[in-house]
């Protein structure tokens, strides 16, 4: 299971919590997504077993400014 916390220029932060599973990941991605431009942080606590796997769906973050911490 993983807990996300989205983080932006203004405003709350936008807490997510699922499985590392295609869908609950696409749920994520898209809340991320919709966060638009002022989306600038996505901070992650999963085990350290499943983060291969996180990081591996969740490649792009970086490249569209969105940057990904994970936690332990």
Not at 6 to 32: A, F, K, N, T, W
Not at 58 to 68: K, W
């Amino acid at each position: 299971m993983f807990h996300a916390t989205i983080l932006r220029d203004v405003g709350r932060p936008l807490r997510v919590s699922g499985q590392v599973v295609p869908y609950d990941l696409q749920v994520l991605r898209e809340h991320v997504f919709a966060r638009g431009p002022r989306a600038t942080r996505l901070e992650v606590r999963l085990p350290a077993s499943l983060r291969a796997a996180f990081v591996r769906a969740l490649r792009d973050l970086e490249q569209r400014g969105i940057e990904l911490v994970l936690e332990p």
